[in-house]
């Protein structure tokens, strides 16, 4: 039967009598455990208890070693749960992992605490004793709680932005249809007969109609990035590139441009949003071209251990670096609408793409010379604790 009480002198001179040395040398190592552990023999005697447990539980060496645990605390520790599994699960299990079990504890409150059981015997033919460890997760168990009405609330909110987004592309835009269609047919009708304010006032309602649908399918288009996802699969960001390429080969050849892609690595992403981030950078890159030269864009990436980054550098007008984060917000310009066209959303859409793959983007630049945008994202989902 294993008894001695927790161990303080060097591990050679530290023997008990009737202890052999390699029953010591246990004991030992279970007194330097940090984990609180009892050891009981066959009738839930306390046998030996570690320092670790002393301190957690706030008792003394005296009101433990040699007392049936249950009786422990004048009574306290006589906890259902707790005899439930030692009397009866653990001889059939042999052990038990994982069990947790809230309780008031004598001395130092309700906690919950992380149970792991095991048999173990000296030798063959003797009575096994039972091996009790303690875990305090009181706080680990409020955290995920917590973690658990987050992502509640989330899904909530989720689904509030998925009605929007419904809203936004049914309900708001059938109305602006409406207008657009009877502004053209009046433009159409009596456009030519209109001149002066009555003319300019025609063209104001077209034009901001206009902006009103661009709008929309950007606040449709920002919300879907995350209510109308798709998994993390494997993704060849060189395929998606080159279908990108091909999407704005008109774009490009109307600039007068080129695009440069180097090799692109194999990530776990949502192939979608992925072209949906490169063409919205690619295409950004070709809008704010200088006008004294064509626009000329580079794209490669690094690789580095478990995150990549994807870089895409341009030539043209740049922007001042007080700008840098300015740039992702919604609806935000540097520019006015009638030299760039555009709903100001496209950037902040980017940068939603990159947090839901656990990544981020940010930008460098010097006015009139590019920019260059960097997307850093991690090649495995499952190594960033992602599943969707």
């Known amino acids: 039967m294993l008894r001695a009480g927790p161990s303080t002198s060097t591990p050679h001179a530290g023997a008990t009598a009737g202890v052999s040395t390699a029953e010591q040398l246990l004991l030992d190592i279970i007194d330097t455990v940090r984990q609180p552990l009892l050891v009981l023999d066959p009738e839930f005697r306390v046998t030996h208890v570690n320092r670790a447990f002393l301190r957690t539980f706030r008792v003394g060496l ?16 006589d906890i259902p749960p707790l005899r439930e599994m ?13 069990i947790d079990v809230d309780e008031v504890f004598p001395g130092i409150g309700r906690k919950i605490m992380h149970l792991n059981a095991r048999l173990v015997s000296r030798a063959e033919g003797e009575p096994r004793s039972i091996l009790l460890a303690f875990e305090d997760v009181t706080k680990q168990r409020a955290i995920e709680r917590r973690l658990t ?3 509640l609330e989330l899904q909530r909110s989720n689904a509030a932005l998925e009605q929007f987004a419904s809203v936004a592309s049914h309900d708001l835009q059938e109305p602006l249809r ?15 007969l209109l001149d002066g304010d009555a003319r300019h006032h025609l063209e104001r309602i077209l034009s901001a109609a206009g902006r009103m649908r661009t709008l ?7 919300s ?7 998994p993390f699969v494997a993704t060849d960001l060189n395929g998606v590139a080159r279908e990108v390429l091909a999407d704005l080969e008109t774009s490009i050849a109307d600039a007068g441009g080129r695009i440069e892609v180097g090799p692109l690595p194999v990530i776990e992403a949502d192939a979608l949003q992925m072209r949906q981030l490169l063409q919205n950078l690619l295409t950004n890159a070709i809008k704010y071209r200088g006008q004294d030269r064509p626009p000329v864009v580079r794209v490669s990436a690094t690789n580095g251990g478990d995150r990549c980054r994807i870089s895409v550098a341009d030539n043209g007008i740049g922007f001042q670096a007080e700008h840098a984060e300015k740039i992702f917000k919604m609806f935000e310009r540097l520019h006015g609408r009638t ?13 939603k793409i990159a947090e839901r793959h656990g990544g981020t983007i940010d930008a460098t ?3 009139g010379e590019g920019a260059t945008f960097t997307v850093t994202l991690p090649m495995s989902q499952a190594a960033m604790g992602q599943t969707s």
């Open 149 to 151: 009405a987050q992502r």
């Open 178 to 192: 409406k207008i657009v269609s009877f502004g053209e047919r009046l433009n159409t009708a009596a456009g030519p």
């Open 86 to 98: 030692l009397a009866n699960k653990l001889p059939a299990e042999t052990q038990l992992e994982d």
């Open 365 to 367: 630049s010097i006015a």
């Open 224 to 230: 879907q990035v995350t209510t109308r996802v798709h």
């Open 339 to 351: 030299q760039y066209e555009g709903s100001g959303i496209g950037l902040a859409i980017c940068r």
């Open 62 to 77: 005296d009101d433990t070693v040699g007392e049936v645990l249950f009786a422990l605390g004048d009574g306290q520790w």
């Open 216 to 222: 929309i399918s950007g606040l449709l288009a920002y």
